[in-house]
């Protein structure tokens, strides 16, 4: 959402967070402000003349709720995965439980697909203030190529998320394990890093993979750039956690259609808002690792149906998820947030 804060043409993005302004980060703002020093919000947010407050997750939404109520502020929450989640009863029920002052309060809600909207509805979120906001690329950065499945040499399958259980890797390596005899030169690279690392490094370790698989480790926006182009198949095996995580719509695929790359993916939270089975990408059961081995056989099966894939999948992200669209449908869901409060 860095874009989609910093590109704002008709409000002047604020930040607040819990950590000094360093030139040092990757992701600078203009109007950046550490919480621990500001003394005093409500002064602050006169002198900055502050229509709404942004949240973007349910869990900081909470955190914040009280200064909105208590200095008037209109609190708009964007939520993503399993904060809006409902997909277990534990999770139900937690996410029920947490939300209900903010239910009473909140001005607006977004959710980065429709499945997630669905399920902020199911925990008694107001559908007339549920707004469903994408978020968008730069499509400047993830240029289309177009692939080819080579005669001789590597065949890459390249993913790209946090080393969690619900990208579902371990599912990965298992449909990688069913094709990897019938395509002896296919390599499996994986960009990222998180808690699984060590557990995945063990699996491969234990199956004699680590000629075959590759944990590449995390990298900046530049460099995944350069492995969509030169990779040639991507795959995300997303899965619902035990915890109830669900996937809202993964930037990783986003990036992966825009480059070029045929997509291989579950039917796991908003992931087929993106993906149409056999149209712009395969979806596969998610958990099931024959199925989706039999999606990775597709392509290498059909190389001849890259080109077709590839620009339908484009072309879904040029009209649904270029940065540029989602900002102008940003303001205007603030605009309409705005208009429907002073109504009241």
């Known amino acids: 959402m860095y874009i989609q804060t910093v590109k704002l043409n008709q409000y002047r993005p604020i930040v607040i967070g819990p950590f000094p302004n360093s030139h040092n980060t990757l992701f600078q703002f203009e109007h950046y402000y550490n919480l621990s020093e500001i003394k005093d919000l409500g002064v602050f947010f006169k002198e900055q003349n502050v229509v709404a407050i942004h949240a973007h997750q349910g869990k900081h939404a909470l955190v914040i709720l009280p200064a909105a109520i208590k200095y008037n502020v209109p609190l ?21 439980e947490r939300y209900q002052h903010l239910i009473k309060h909140g001005a607006g809600y977004f959710a980065v697909c429709q499945f997630l909207a669905e399920e902020l509805k199911k ?24 692939h080819s499945l080579p005669k001789e040499g590597e065949i890459k399958i390249l993913s790209v998320a946090r080393l969690v259980e619900k990208k579902g890797f371990l599912t990965l390596f298992k449909a990688f394990q069913r094709i990897q005899h019938e395509y002896p030169r296919t390599t499996l690279h994986i960009i990222g890093t998180g808690k699984d690392e060590e557990k995945l490094k063990s699996y491969i370790h234990e199956h004699k993979l680590n000629n075959r698989i590759f944990l590449r480790g995390p990298m900046d926006s530049k460099k995944i750039s350069k492995e969509l182009r030169e990779a040639h198949l991507f795959c995300l095996a997303s899965e619902t956690g035990v915890d109830g995580d669900v996937e809202g719509i993964p930037n990783a695929l986003k990036e ?10 579950t ?3 908003g992931i087929p808002e993106l993906i149409k089975h056999k149209s712009t990408g395969y979806l596969a059961p998610e958990k099931n690792d024959f199925e989706l081995a039999q999606g990775l056989k597709y392509f290498l099966d059909h190389p001849e149906e890259w080109k077709g894939y590839t620009e339908r999948a484009r072309q879904v992200i040029e009209e649904k998820f270029d940065s540029n669209k989602q900002i102008q449908e940003q303001q205007r869901l603030y605009a309409l947030i705005e208009n429907n409060l002073k109504k009241k």
Request: charged share 20%; no cysteine.
């Open 123 to 146: 925990l008694g979120f107001p559908g007339d203030k549920v707004h469903v906001l994408y978020g968008g690329l730069d499509l400047n950065l993830y240029s289309f190529t177009e």
């Open 267 to 269: 039917y796991n939270g």
């Open 76 to 96: 708009i929450v964007h939520f993503r995965g399993r904060d809006s989640s409902t997909q277990t009863e534990k999770r139900y029920q937690k996410n029920l």
């Open 256 to 265: 992966a259609m825009a480059s070029g790359l045929p997509v291989v993916s």
